[in-house]
């Protein structure tokens, strides 16, 4: 079985641009949660969809929006980009509505820049 | 917000050395996981434990959880065992998960 897969794989931008990154879960797997990576930091919550619906959100921006298909791949979407958003992002899926007490499988992440 | 500590920040071994890696947090928890992730991003789920031992060929994961303390073992270490190991523990709202800043491991041959 494939595991889960993030698009692009490495993405530049300039600020006040809207970029949108695509995440499919492994085969199965209800759940999707979205990390931001920072350099030399670990990842930070951005959100959690379960059954197509929002279960959690970080402390991010309302630049931040994310969404999930019926086929249980997701979306995440940033507006207005920020020097500051580069980052690693990372979508991890696991099977149950409560992410945190269930084994992740990551992604390889989308690296954005953003100059 | 559940503060994840790491000890040490970097950590430079010999192959054969025994390896620990220490993890504390400050808030009770249910689940405690341990990654790892490799130059180029991509994260590997390790162990996630909620109390106890557990034990992968040479990796052990501890949890002391009255103590609020998880320690990460590497015995026999190799070179190909070099990356950066995280900790991460669940939120409160249980659908999170907080993460330390990680321990960057390089074993020399």
């Known amino acids: 079985d494939a595991g889960v897969t993030q698009s692009p794989t490495h993405l530049i931008k300039t600020r006040g641009q809207h970029v949108t990154l695509r995440c499919s879960p492994i085969?199965?797997?209800?759940?999707v949660s979205w990390y931001q990576q920072v350099l030399g930091q670990g990842p930070q919550f951005i959100f959690q969809?379960?059954?197509?619906?929002?279960?959690g959100r970080g402390n991010f921006p309302d630049r931040f929006s994310a969404r999930q298909f019926p086929n249980y791949s997701s979306e995440l979407n940033v507006n207005a980009l920020l020097l500051g958003d580069s980052a690693l992002y990372l979508c991890?899926?696991?099977?149950?509505?409560?992410?945190?007490?269930?084994?992740?499988?990551f992604g390889p992440g989308t690296r954005l820049t953003v100059l | 917000k559940n503060e994840v500590e790491q000890s040490p920040q970097n950590l430079t071994a010999q192959e054969g050395e025994f390896i620990t890696i220490n993890c504390s947090y400050s808030?009770?928890?249910?689940?405690l996981h341990w990654l790892q992730q490799h130059p180029g991003g991509g994260i590997v789920s390790l162990f996630m434990?909620?109390?106890g031992k557990k034990k992968h060929g040479r990796l052990i994961a501890t949890i002391n959880i009255q103590e609020k303390h998880s320690s990460l073992h590497i015995t026999a270490s190799h070179p190909r065992d070099s990356a950066v190991y995280i900790c991460?523990?669940?939120?409160?709202?249980?659908?999170?998960?907080?993460f330390g800043k990680g321990t960057s491991l390089l074993v020399t041959p």
């Open positions: 085969s199965g797997h209800k759940s």
């Open positions: 434990l909620s109390s």
């Open positions: 969809y379960y059954e197509k619906e929002e279960r």
């Open positions: 808030v009770g928890i249910s689940a």
């Open positions: 991890a899926s696991s099977l149950s509505s409560t992410a945190s007490t269930d084994t992740q499988y």
């Open positions: 991460a523990v669940n939120s409160n709202s249980g659908y999170a998960l907080n």
